[in-house]
């Protein structure tokens, strides 16, 4: 006798299959394996109502780009021994910021990827959608482009030269460096520290021995400033696969000794321009004192490796570079 047949359906089908699978212990996983809900660390959720102009100016990066113009200032007034020509100086400081804001903006655009994995760069214009990359990128030549003009046709060719040449390093060497090697920081300085020279460039239409002075101080300064950062985001930094030397080496040791030790250095090199003759006695009393205040909470950081002492460090050093400028004016013509 023919038995009556019928075809598998998928719930048929569904049900083989999960008969076939091995069977799941349905215990609870351990306490110490068990994703809480305070650990749980979500992205911040893109702001999309924030104004266009507002993530443009962003993109720009105005806190660094403002340290970059005042090095330049730096420079210019350190190779301004006698008088400042007020429309040559407003003309360096106007290049200088627009090739900074141009690089910035490169930057973002490169790191827009990477920017999405870091909860303290997930919200910024491009990683959230809010400005597309396209309009980015011309952004970013324009301004880049603007500042380099500048600086050709209304300051001169050597700070036209070392302006391009600040930008070039920065994003095709210390930028790719960040994902390949703990000494980006080290070789990121060169960059960093271009735009005081550049300055003292645009005063003296030279590149003597005053400016490299002042090169050399913002060179180390960078260090300290960056090392501290990077600590404090470290595990943001890890999150997006960048080689930070606190992400290679957790424990900090190395950090927070290389963050004293060239804070150290930072203060015999500040003595520099008046060994070259380039300031006076007033700037070297001003600016021992101003490096023993930075050696401060680099110390403590030494000490203890925490957020709060890295962040003292950051913010001294943010502070540095203005105090810096004051002295050399002081020093000048008070």
Same mark, same amino acid.
């Given at each position: 006798? %023919?038995?009556?047949?019928?075809?598998?359906?998928?719930?048929?089908?569904?049900?083989? /299959?999960?008969?076939?699978?091995?069977?799941?212990?349905?215990?609870?996983?351990?306490?110490? $394996?068990?994703?809480?809900?305070?650990?749980?660390? $979500?992205?911040? +959720?893109?702001?999309? %109502?924030?104004?266009?102009?507002?993530?443009?100016?962003? /993109?720009?990066?105005? %806190?660094?780009?403002?340290?970059?113009?005042?090095?330049?200032?730096?420079?210019?007034?350190?190779?301004? !021994?006698?008088?400042? %020509?007020?429309?040559?100086?407003?003309?360096? *400081?106007?290049?200088?910021?627009?090739?900074?804001?141009?690089?910035?903006?490169?930057? @973002?655009?490169?790191?827009? @990827?990477?920017?999405?994995?870091?909860?303290?760069?997930?919200?910024?214009?491009?990683?959230?959608?809010?400005?597309?990359?396209?309009?980015? /990128?011309?952004?970013?030549?324009?301004?880049?482009? &603007?500042?380099?003009?500048?600086?050709?046709?209304?300051?001169?060719?050597?700070?036209?030269?070392?302006? +391009?040449?600040?930008? /070039?390093?920065?994003?095709?060497?210390?930028?790719?460096?960040?994902?390949?090697? $703990?000494?980006?920081?080290?070789?990121?300085?060169?960059?960093?520290?271009? !735009?005081?020279?550049?300055?003292?460039? +645009?005063?003296?239409?030279?590149?003597?021995?005053?400016?490299?002075?002042?090169?050399?101080?913002?060179?180390?300064?960078?260090?300290? @400033?960056?090392?501290?950062?990077?600590?404090?985001?470290? $595990?943001?930094?890890?999150?997006?696969?960048? &080689?930070?030397?606190?992400?290679?080496? !957790?424990?900090?040791?190395?950090?927070?000794?290389?963050? *004293?030790?060239?804070?150290?250095?930072? +203060? &015999?090199?500040?003595?520099?321009?008046?060994?070259?003759?380039?300031?006076?006695?007033?700037?070297?009393?001003?600016?021992?004192?101003?490096?023993?205040?930075?050696?401060?909470?680099?110390? &403590?950081?030494?000490?203890?490796?925490?957020?709060?002492?890295?962040?003292?460090?950051?913010?001294?050093?943010?502070?540095?570079?203005?105090?810096?400028?004051?002295?050399?004016?002081?020093?000048?013509?008070?």
């Amino acid at each position: 006798m %023919e038995l009556p047949t019928r075809s598998l359906d998928d719930a048929d089908l569904e049900e083989v /299959l999960l008969l076939r699978q091995p069977e799941v212990s349905q215990r609870p996983a351990p306490p110490s $394996k068990r994703l809480r809900p305070s650990n749980r660390r $979500k992205l911040p +959720a893109p702001d999309l %109502e924030r104004p266009a102009l507002l993530d443009y100016w962003d /993109l720009t990066k105005p %806190e660094i780009s403002f340290l970059v113009t005042i090095s330049a200032l730096a420079g210019f007034l350190l190779g301004s !021994p006698e008088t400042v %020509e007020g429309w040559l100086l407003g003309f360096t *400081l106007v290049g200088t910021a627009l090739s900074a804001g141009g690089g910035g903006v490169l930057n @973002h655009y490169l790191e827009r @990827h990477y920017d999405a994995r870091m909860r303290r760069t997930a919200n910024r214009p491009l990683p959230a959608g809010r400005i597309r990359p396209g309009g980015a /990128l011309f952004f970013g030549i324009v301004l880049t482009l &603007a500042g380099v003009a500048t600086m050709v046709f209304l300051v001169n060719l050597l700070t036209a030269v070392l302006a +391009a040449l600040t930008v /070039l390093l920065y994003l095709f060497v210390y930028t790719p460096l960040k994902r390949r090697t $703990k000494y980006n920081t080290l070789i990121g300085t060169i960059p960093g520290a271009l !735009p005081a020279l550049g300055g003292f460039a +645009a005063a003296t239409g030279t590149l003597s021995l005053g400016g490299w002075t002042l090169f050399a101080i913002l060179a180390l300064w960078q260090m300290p @400033h960056f090392l501290s950062l990077a600590w404090m985001y470290r $595990k943001d930094y890890a999150r997006a696969g960048y &080689a930070m030397l606190p992400v290679l080496e !957790p424990d900090g040791h190395s950090t927070a000794r290389q963050t *004293l030790l060239y804070t150290m250095i930072l +203060a &015999a090199a500040s003595t520099l321009p008046t060994v070259a003759g380039a300031t006076g006695w007033v700037y070297l009393a001003g600016a021992l004192v101003l490096s023993l205040w930075f050696l401060a909470p680099a110390y &403590a950081f030494y000490r203890a490796r925490t957020t709060p002492t890295a962040r003292r460090v950051l913010m001294a050093s943010i502070l540095y570079i203005p105090l810096l400028v004051v002295l050399i004016f002081v020093d000048r013509w008070v």
